[in-house]
């Protein structure tokens, strides 16, 4: 058995090794047993650092945003950049993320299937809420700066960002396979960007 290690210590090793084993399967078939053999610790362990199964679920879904969205925001944040270079910026360290942590997708997806409410629920929506205000204010941003079309609809156009991204990782989750998703993610972003840009204004033919 392993050495004894502070709380919080063991708690990190826990959250990783739920991470490692949702990276292949679906976090509802993980037990505590799984990831009391991933660190070599007996099952009963592992309850002296989280109550439930559950809290363990909650603590991933807590990592997640921490690191994800510190992420973004600092690429979003990068100098000398337009906000439409930010949101392009946003989209593959998004990818770049689900490619090194790919059981995080599979426990979102997993949780926003569920019909009732629950607390693991409410802090993937709160992940959510973040992501979306991040958005909204890059989007914002790039139509003060003119890139986006007048026309364009700010709230579609987050749904498509957001969508663009689950559409890749979904995709990649049922081939099993991520090696293609960054540079699927860079073809895609490339679409989703000129639907946004303000179009080149026809030239008027003078009539002879």
């Known amino acids: 058995m392993r050495s004894k290690l502070k709380s919080e210590d063991r708690q990190a090793e826990l ?3 739920a991470l490692d084993l949702a990276a ?19 099952q009963g362990a592992v309850f ?15 990592w997640a945003h921490q690191v ?3 992420k973004l925001r600092q690429v979003a944040e990068g100098e000398n950049q337009t906000a439409l270079q930010s949101l392009r910026a946003v989209f ?4 770049s993320f689900v490619e090194q942590y ?26 959510m809420t973040d992501y979306r205000q991040l958005l909204m204010g890059l989007l914002a941003q790039a139509h003060k700066e003119g890139v986006i079309a007048p026309e364009v609809d700010m709230q579609a156009a987050e749904v498509l ?13 049922m081939t099993g396979s991520l090696e293609k998703i960054k540079q699927q993610a860079k073809t895609v972003f490339s679409i989703y960007e000129a639907g ?7 030239k008027v033919r003078k009539l002879k």
Not at 25 to 30: A, D, F, K, L, V
């Open 48 to 62: 002296k650092h989280f109550d439930s199964k559950e809290g363990i679920w909650l603590a991933v879904v807590d």
């Open 68 to 70: 994800l969205m510190l």
């Open 196 to 202: 946004l840009l303000v179009s080149a204004q026809p």
């Open 92 to 95: 593959m360290a998004h990818i």
């Open 15 to 17: 959250v990783a090794a």
């Open 161 to 173: 960002f957001i969508g663009a991204i689950q559409g890749l990782v979904m995709q990649s989750l």
């Open 24 to 42: 292949t399967q679906s976090p509802s078939e993980i037990t505590t047993g799984d990831l009391a053999k991933v660190i070599g610790i007996t």
């Open 102 to 127: 790919p059981g995080v997708p599979r426990l979102i997806f997993q949780e926003l299937q569920h019909p009732k409410r629950t607390p693991l629920k409410d802090k993937v929506q709160l992940l």
